[in-house]
């Protein structure tokens, strides 16, 4: 295979055209055997394959910087640059990240995982290039999906000003996860399926065969264009109003030509954007028919693809896979649609993510009273306060690790003004595969100071159900958080049957007088497994379900520790500013100071990627881990 000979990119510069195309045709096996083993991005990679190439074979990497935006289609890229023996560790525990990451290897010139950051950072790193009198090309490869952003657009505002030495190719393949939406990708649309296009590529294609030399700029070919094709260049006359020459767009499959293309613009000292036109999922039938479904997959057989039954519209085989306990997102999209055919007021908003938040139902149900935004979660937030101002009642539906991009719009938006979003927190927690960019163990800590807002978690996906109904008839901002996978509790609980949801009241799981535990959402169903091995050395255990976060039942956590003077907190966030941070100041303010406090949960550092259970284990979030803590912390 050729593949195995590419140790680092400079291999692939001697391989003929030939060559170079039976090489994508062994990185999209490559990649396609993997995904179906490990789980991963598959169709953003499939899509990316002859652009990676053509970056690399002109391109010296890592000389030169290649920064990747989302990074979910990097695969190709980690396979060319001597990643290809690591790559069946792909996404697994202490094995390679499926996103770049600048720790991994010197080519990963910056670890991403959220979207629309390339344009940015790619514009600091040429900046201080040129600060540090060095020189090397820099080169952001951008999604049209994550073209939605406004910090794309913050990024390429600021290329066009300080006009740098700067490429950036514009990926276009039509969709986000699902078709992306908005007046941005209307206006792409335009440019790609205009009559001009078709001629223009013809006619780009043949200059640039014309070109006597190699390394005459495309800007040159552009001038020459122009004579001939006048208007030709009008599509990108926005990106070039910001400042960009722009090229395209061009077929992003076409080895040969996006190689004189790069060649071309390689000698261009300002900045350049490149519109390229791919397929999603290209060169996989199952993925080509449907990009949405294999964008983010679990394992699947690659004969049979992912819908086999049972498995029908998956975008996380992990969560739907057919057991009897249903996802979250699911049990949130159907409360949703249950709650808005009884409440005109309910509308929903999310940031491209329909179909992974579980609002794919709900869009199907109420299409007019869902609003896709595209990759703008601070947009939706602020969005949503200015549906909320109106009466109406706003859910916004958004994983908790993006949601950190909209702490201002929910402080200064909505909190302040006390308005009645509801934000559906999904993800929240360990996540899992996807790792450190991905973790959603944060938002405890950045949301329980804000002044207004009620924040719950819920054990299960009824009561999940209940705070949602609560939550929208709450006159005021307020958050649920829950987390990726199935809802359960232990069956045989006889107290997990759902008591009625009551601002900040907690409810009791087990009594005990040995120690308090407390759990705030998905931790509840360890915590009470654990309650139950410590009962078998015969230690009794209160086991608490916290329900509200904010405000904290203060009444039945003071109550409880007046008697009971060991209290262990479980939390699937950070410690620094957790729930369990939040117990130790109530009984600080209840002056308690005689009450011991263990607090389980994440200490000061990045959640790695792998399995969810490795990683519970771990951080001793699991029953075995609360149990071992708890009975060390009561000798
Ligand atoms: C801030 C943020 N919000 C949401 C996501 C989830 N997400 C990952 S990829 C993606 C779509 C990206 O579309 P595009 O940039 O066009 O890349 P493609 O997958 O089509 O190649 C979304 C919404 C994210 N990574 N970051």
């Given at each position: 295979?050729?593949?195995e ?20 045709e062994e990185?999209?096996?490559?990649i ?31 000389e ?13 890229h980690?396979?060319?640059?001597g ?22 290897s ?7 995982g ?27 490869v ?18 066009g ?10 990926n276009?393949?039509?969709m986000?996860i699902s ?32 070109i ?13 264009a122009?004579g ?6 009008l599509p ?7 400042g960009?020459?722009?090229v ?16 071309g613009?390689?000698e ?6 490149i ?14 028919d ?10 699947f057989?690659?004969?049979?693809g ?14 739907k896979a ?15 649609i ?13 940031a491209a993510m329909?179909?992974?938040?579980g609002?794919?139902?709900f869009a ?19 969005f949503?306060?200015g ?8 859910v ?10 909209a ?8 909190c ?15 996540v ?33 159900n ?14 649920i ?5 199935k ?28 120690v ?5 959402g ?18 009794n ?19 409880l ?22 117990i130790l ?7 308690l ?35 071992k803590?708890?009975?060390?912390f009561?000798?």
């Amino acid at each position: 295979m050729l593949i195995e000979n590419i140790k680092s990119p400079q291999d692939l510069k001697s391989l003929s055209t030939e060559e170079l195309n039976a090489l994508a045709e062994e990185i999209r096996n490559v990649i396609i055997e993997r995904v179906s083993i490990n789980g991963g991005h598959l169709a953003s990679n499939l899509g990316v394959v002859e652009l990676t190439i053509a970056l690399h074979y002109v391109f010296n990497s890592p000389e030169d910087k290649i920064v990747w935006d989302v990074g979910h289609q990097a695969y190709p890229h980690k396979l060319l640059t001597g990643r290809f023996p690591l790559f069946p560790t792909l996404r697994q525990y202490g094995g390679m990240s499926g996103f770049p990451k600048i720790s991994e290897s010197p080519h990963d010139a910056f670890g991403t995982g959220h979207s629309s950051t390339s344009i940015s950072a790619a514009l600091g790193i040429a900046e201080a290039r040129d600060q540090k009198g060095e020189n090397f090309k820099v080169i952001a490869v951008i999604g049209d999906g994550a073209m939605t952003s406004g910090l794309a657009f913050e990024g390429l505002n600021h290329a066009g000003h300080l006009k740098k030495d700067l490429i950036v190719i514009l990926n276009d393949n039509e969709m986000s996860i699902s078709p992306n939406v908005g007046a941005m990708s209307n206006y792409l649309s335009k440019v790609i399926t205009s009559s001009f296009f078709q001629k223009f590529r013809k006619e780009t294609k043949a200059l640039l065969e014309g070109i006597p030399k190699i390394g005459e700029s495309v800007a040159k070919i552009a001038q020459r264009a122009e004579g001939s094709l006048k208007g030709f260049f009008l599509p990108g006359g926005l990106f070039e109003d910001l400042g960009f020459t722009y090229v395209g767009p061009i077929d992003g499959h076409d080895i040969p030509l996006l190689i004189e293309t790069l060649r071309g613009t390689k000698e261009i000292k300002e900045p350049v954007l490149i519109h390229t036109v791919t397929k999603k999922g290209k060169g996989y039938k199952f993925s080509e028919d449907d990009p949405c479904v294999y964008h983010g997959t679990g394992p699947f057989d690659t004969n049979m693809g992912v819908r086999q039954e049972g498995l029908k519209d998956n975008v996380d085989l992990e969560q739907k896979a057919p057991k009897s306990d249903p996802a979250y997102s699911d049990v949130f999209g159907n409360a949703l649609i249950e709650i808005a055919e009884g409440d005109k007021r309910v509308v929903a908003v999310t940031a491209a993510m329909k179909e992974g938040t579980g609002l794919a139902k709900f869009a199907e149900a109420f299409p007019e009273r869902l609003y896709d935004v595209g990759i703008a979660e601070p947009h939706a937030a602020t969005f949503a306060a200015g549906l909320a101002t109106q009466g109406l009642r706003p859910v916004v539906a958004i994983y908790s690790t993006f949601l950190q991009r909209a702490y201002d719009e929910i402080v200064h938006d909505i909190c302040l003004q006390n308005l009645p979003v509801i934000f559906a927190i999904d993800r929240a927690g360990v996540v899992g595969e996807d790792g450190p960019t991905h973790q959603g163990v944060f938002d405890i800590s950045f949301l329980r100071h804000i002044p207004n807002l009620v924040f719950m978690a819920p054990k299960d996906g009824e009561e999940l159900n209940a705070m949602m109904k609560f939550a929208v008839n709450h006159n005021g901002p307020s958050a649920i958080r829950y987390p990726r996978g199935k809802t359960c509790m232990p069956s045989d609980n006889n107290n997990n049957r759902l008591s009625e949801i009551k601002l900040g009241k907690a409810e009791i799981l087990a009594e005990g007088e040995d120690v308090v535990i407390i759990a705030a959402g998905n931790t509840v169903a360890p915590c009470v497994k654990a309650a139950e091995l410590l009962k078998n050395d015969n230690i009794n255990s209160c086991v608490v379900n916290i329900r509200f976060i904010k405000p904290l039942d203060e009444d039945l956590i003071i109550s409880l520790c007046k008697r009971v003077k060991r209290i262990v907190t479980v939390e699937e966030n950070m410690l620094a500013g957790g729930f369990g941070s939040a117990i130790l100041e109530c009984l600080n303010n209840a002056s308690l100071h005689d009450v011991k406090v263990k607090r389980i949960g994440i200490g000061d550092e990045f959640v790695e990627h792998g399995a969810q259970g490795i990683l519970r284990k771990k951080y001793g979030l699991d029953e075995e881990g609360i149990y071992k803590t708890a009975k060390e912390f009561l000798k």
